[in-house]
């Protein structure tokens, strides 16, 4: 579906700033090499009335999240465990949720994140997952799970079975949604006149600054800042109520929104960073979709030389965000062997349009010497995982990278 007008303020007034080429969905790992694979227009807008930034081809939900297994789950990740407690630690003291209250999770995965508020307060949990295989797995671990989208339909049996919640959070969600005011407009229903909706997504200006343009791919429907969600979320009668940055998947924004009317100083602090970065100009991203290139070109150098000289490299980490690396990059099997992960969801299976094989840590050798890292954001903790193996580790980020999932 080509998109004419921006999500969140209706403006036709928006321009292509980012443009990637044809790409297969990134999160479709392929179980052979006769899967079909479907390309589309990976590219970005900016609504030049309200600064939001989003994919100018929408992928349906059913496509991206129930045509084929879905591959990630976040108790496979240590640092996603950690990062969900710590999340749900402080949702509990700022909200003062009870042990009455109701916790529903949007894309809840395999329930981590609500294991851990029921863990910490005993509430009442209960996740909307749209990915069969997934929710199953967060059946088969006790936690409540209705296997559907987030849709009015939806909402409404909620409410009439389970009543209304006190809390609705959505982690690396809320940018994935197709329909960002239908959304919206579902939060209102479901949400206790007090109720706070708590949501974490990758955020734009850090996408922006550290060069972070494999955290775009055909999943990621919004690239959010917070200037315009501010408007966005005042049409609905909501306002934001807490605001921070954490370096989770490389750079987000966690966010409080409540109906209490307030005007926060750290909202006014975050727009002005916007504006003083020039966030919402077409030059900014001039320069962005420049440093992309040269670094395109010079990491594929890098990979020829290395293979040209009879050394073999593998990637570590078959991250989604790998995926519009590899392809935008055209790095395929012929520069990298293959690739390591630890979900089992993963292994044995190929990566979408590069077709690179996904093995097991346990399957690097000692004739491997370089090691491509495409879940950048982790490097750390892949260095130190894999430190006995002395790989030269390659890590494809024009700017800076963090240690956290």
């Known amino acids: 579906m080509k998109i004419k007008q921006c999500q969140l303020c209706d403006s036709k007034n928006i321009t292509l700033v980012i443009d990637l080429g044809q790409h297969p969905l990134a999160d479709t790992f392929l179980k052979d090499l006769e899967q079909k ?25 059913p496509v991206r999240y129930q ?22 630690d402080q949702a509990v003291r700022l909200v003062k949720i009870a042990p009455k209250d109701l916790v529903i999770d949007i894309g809840s995965n395999v329930g981590t994140l609500l294991k851990s508020f029921e863990q910490i307060i005993h509430c009442r949990i209960l996740g ?19 296997q559907n989208f987030f849709s ?56 922006v600054e550290n060069i972070s343009f494999d955290t775009i791919y055909l999943e990621h429907v919004s690239y959010f800042a917070i200037k315009p ?34 005007d926060k100083k750290v909202v006014k602090d975050f727009i002005n960073a916007e504006n003083k970065a020039n966030l919402f100009s077409t030059k900014t991203y001039e320069s962005f979709m420049k440093e992309v290139n040269a670094l395109r070109y010079n990491l594929y150098r890098q990979l ?16 989604t965000k790998g995926n519009t690396l590899l392809n935008y990059f055209k790095i395929d099997n012929s520069l990298i062997d293959f690739i390591t992960d630890s979900s089992a969801l993963k292994i044995g299976k190929f990566t979408p349009g590069s077709h690179i094989p996904i093995k097991s840590d346990k399957d690097i050798n000692k004739d491997i010497t370089f090691a491509l890292v495409l879940s950048w954001n982790i490097v ?9 193996l002395n790989l030269t580790f390659i890590v494809p980020q024009a700017k800076k990278y963090s240690n956290k999932d």
């Open 304 to 319: 020829f030389q290395i293979k040209a000289s009879g050394k073999k490299v593998i990637a570590v980490g078959a991250a």
């Open 67 to 88: 045509k084929t297994d879905y591959s990630y789950t976040s108790s496979n990740s240590p640092i996603a465990t950690a990062h969900f407690k710590e999340m749900a």
């Open 37 to 61: 694979e479907e390309y589309y227009p990976l590219q970005v807008f900016l609504c030049k009335s309200c600064g939001y930034a989003g994919l100018s081809h929408i992928v349906s939900a």
């Open 152 to 207: 009015k339909e939806t909402v409404l049996k909620m409410v009439k079975k389970y009543g209304n919640a006190k809390v609705i959070v959505c982690t690396n969600v809320f940018n994935h949604v197709n329909n960002v005011r239908e959304c919206m407009e579902n939060i209102d229903r479901l949400l206790t006149k007090d109720g706070y909706f708590i949501f974490e997504t990758p955020y734009l200006l850090d996408l």
């Open 128 to 146: 909307v997952e749209p990915s069969a295989n997934i929710a199953r797995l967060a059946r088969k671990e006790h936690v409540p799970t209705l």
């Open 380 to 388: 750390e903790f892949l260095k130190k995982k894999l430190g006995h």
């Open 229 to 262: 969600l501010q408007k966005f979320f005042k049409r609905f009668g909501f306002y934001i109520q807490y605001l921070e940055k954490n370096d989770y998947m490389g750079g987000s924004i966690r966010v409080y929104v409540s109906r209490e009317k307030t």
